[in-house]
């Protein structure tokens, strides 16, 4: 397990979380199997930090981020918000804790009401929550525009006059104006383009330095997660799998995965042609993962020890753990 | 001299709507030498799909293509002019495409084997037992386990990378002298990416055939082709050797998009960006189309579009600073806010 001493430093603690989907078949709904999506994953966010967690599609990583939030409830484990359980807490209380946790979403015009005007999405949470006077609202939105980068003129305009980037620019306002403690962004730039991307992951940035915000960051491109991240997770079919800094992650990764996804990624300006790990065969199924170490049918350093056990993840340095068998 | 496989002169792609008509792409030239990987970059918007789709002649009205000449395999056709009886004939056959999602581009309710079969029974009238063969053979090139079983899969009970190990199965079944594959591997994990990419450049390697391979994606660009477009709102901006664009570009869209990857071991510094976004066709700036975003602005680039110039015996730009500077213009990208 992560030695994690509980202390205030820590805005979100997760420890042992599951979340097991069943599998039903037949008239009955009979419960046949179950989805192990997310499987005992245990983390920590301090204050004004970004983790990243990077894995492919399938690992988790989604699940893990809509458990935090409560959108789903966890099978097993606890989450801790400032030291409070949230697993536990009754909705009523949940849905007034909730507004300390924002998400940002990968598309975000799926997740902006396309017949709502901006200022009416972005003033929808300051009066479910009942905060400031009308005026202050007002007066806040127009801030926050100016924040993002927009101007506080566009507010009476609706999602589809927005480009893109503008509209992920709009999504991170809505997820900024109950300040909350903590911004999980799942993908957030992954479906922009390039140029449009380094623009959106800056503003991500400064907000971050202007409020002291803690993000948790989610995506699978590994030269994204690097930039922006202090500490990474990998996840692989819903475990952890490796943790750790990221110079030290990417200066040494361990774990037999991490090393294949860094030597899979494409770069632009390899100098010298590096040696590729291609990966043979795919993901496995979550509903019928393998014996052992769950990576073992494609880790290219596989022993016998590690189709039928296990491997924890154990700290193998300060700050630094690992799910293998090799260390 | 080296024959061509595909020289393109001169294409545009009209599209007219009740309101307006505008250019998708706009008069663009290029060729693509026999066994080599022309990548074309850009990003969304830019017009490279629908490149891809004029020369195989798919674009569908109210689009309109035109142009001087498409001309494949040396001198002999022309896709511009085929008609469409003569482009069936040759599309599938002698020029192949494989889409960015495979699940769109199968049929849900075929077998596998049912649907690469029928590419070979349409165009080399293989068809029973030696159809079953030749599929089955098809699929072990491709690298598909057990091929026997998967003969009789539908679509859905692959995963997506096998799903596309399909396409490019499909894709190779008549021996294609060209290969279009737009995204081939945008909608897929990385390390399923590498093994397909790996598999495209195996094949081609041991087929010589052509390739145009449509990206975002310059990760993929540097890895796979030979010589690189990169487009911008409907025309080429730069052409030339992969490693010399990506190590020496010389149009400020080509180096603001490269300053704008994070970089390996310089987090936490600001990204460079390219300001505002790809403007909308109808938006077209009247000068050079990139003049509202460009740093290195001059009064000139507003009034008249740059024709791509050359900057060595291959590579070519479209900007007038390259044509200012005579050969060199190495201005330090800079973030402008």
């Excluded at chain 1, 979380?17 to 245990?42: H, N, R």
């Excluded at chain 1, 819903?238 to 990624?265: C, N, R, W």
């Excluded at chain 2, 052409?239 to 990506?246: A, D, H, N, Y």
């Excluded at chain 2, 390219?274 to 700036?285: E, F, H, S, T």
Aim: overall charge positive.
């Amino acid at each position: 397990m992560l030695s994690m001493k509980p202390s205030d430093d820590y805005v979100l603690e997760v420890e042992n979380l599951k979340k097991y989907f069943p599998i039903k078949k037949g008239v009955f709904s009979k419960e046949v199997g179950s989805i192990k999506a997310v499987d005992g994953i245990s983390f920590g966010v301090k204050r004004g930090e970004t983790l990243g967690i990077v894995g492919e599609s399938g690992c988790g990583k989604s699940t893990m981020a809509r458990l935090v939030i409560r959108l789903l409830e966890a099978t097993d484990g606890s989450i801790k918000l400032q030291g409070k359980e949230l697993t536990t807490l009754p909705s009523k209380e949940m849905r007034s804790t909730r507004k300390d946790i924002q998400m940002i979403f990968q598309d975000p015009y799926a997740s902006l009401n396309p017949r709502w005007t901006i200022e009416r999405t972005l003033l929808e949470p300051m009066k479910v929550y009942k905060i400031g006077t009308p005026r202050d609202r007002k007066e806040k939105v127009a801030d926050l525009l100016n924040k993002v980068g927009l101007d506080p003129s566009y507010a009476k305009r609706h999602p589809h006059e927005f480009s893109g980037g503008q509209r992920q620019r709009i999504g991170i306002a809505r997820a900024l104006v109950l300040n909350p403690k903590l911004i999980i962004a799942d993908e957030p730039v992954s479906a922009l383009d390039i140029s449009v991307q380094a623009q959106v992951i800056n503003l991500m940035q400064d907000l971050q330095e202007l409020y002291n915000l803690t993000y948790v960051f989610i995506t699978h491109d590994l030269s994204v997660v690097e930039h922006i991240s202090d500490r990474i997770a990998v996840m692989y079919l819903g475990k952890v799998v490796e943790m750790a800094d990221k110079a030290q992650l990417f200066s040494d990764p361990l774990h037999p995965y991490t090393i294949a996804l860094m030597s899979a990624a494409p770069e632009v300006n390899a100098k010298q042609k590096k040696e590729r790990i291609v990966l043979k065969g795919d993901v496995p199924s979550p509903a019928n993962p393998p014996s052992g170490c769950t990576f073992h049918t494609r880790c290219p350093s596989c022993m016998d020890v590690c189709k039928v056990k296990i491997p924890a993840l154990k700290e193998v340095s300060p700050g630094r753990s690992v799910a293998c068998h090799l260390y | 001299m080296q024959q061509n496989m595909l020289e393109v002169s001169n294409l545009t792609t009209t599209f007219t709507s009740r309101k307006s008509t505008f250019n998708a792409v706009d008069g663009i030239s290029f060729h693509v030498e026999k066994g080599e990987t022309l990548g074309i970059v850009g990003e969304s918007g830019c017009g490279k799909s629908v490149t891809s789709l004029s020369i195989m002649g798919l674009v569908k009205p109210p689009g309109k293509v035109s142009g001087k000449h498409i001309r494949f395999d040396g001198d002999g056709i022309d896709l511009l002019h085929l008609d469409q009886k003569e482009m069936r004939k040759l599309r599938g056959n002698e020029i192949a495409m494989i889409f960015q999602e495979p699940m769109t581009s199968l049929n849900p309710v075929y077998r596998i084997g049912n649907q690469i079969g029928e590419t070979l029974k349409i165009h080399k009238k293989i068809k029973g037992i030696e159809q079953k063969d030749k599929v089955v053979e098809l699929l072990k090139l491709v690298g598909i386990p057990r091929p026997d079983e998967i003969f009789y899969s539908y679509p859905h009970q692959l995963s997506g990378g096998m799903r596309q190990r399909v396409m490019i199965a499909m894709a190779m079944a008549c021996d294609p002298k060209l290969i279009i594959a737009d995204e081939p591997t945008t909608a897929l994990d990385v390390t399923i990416q590498a093994q397909i990419l790996e598999l495209i450049k195996e094949l081609q390697e041991q087929k010589g055939m052509s390739m145009i391979l449509i990206t975002h994606d310059l990760g993929v660009v540097s890895e796979v082709c030979d010589r690189v477009l990169v487009m911008y709102a409907g025309k080429i901006v730069e052409s030339g050797p992969v490693k010399q664009i990506l190590q020496n570009p010389q149009h400020p869209y080509t180096k603001g998009l490269l300053a704008s990857l994070p970089r390996k071991g310089e987090s936490h510094k600001r990204l460079s960006y390219i300001p505002g976004q790809v403007p909308a066709p109808k938006n077209w700036p009247k000068g050079c189309r990139f003049s509202d975003r460009c740093p290195y602005v001059m009064d000139q680039c507003y009034v008249s579009l740059p024709p791509l110039f050359p900057i060595s015996e291959d590579q070519h730009a479209a900007c007038w600073l390259v044509k200012e500077e005579g050969r060199e213009a190495d201005v330090k990208h800079e973030t402008v806010r």
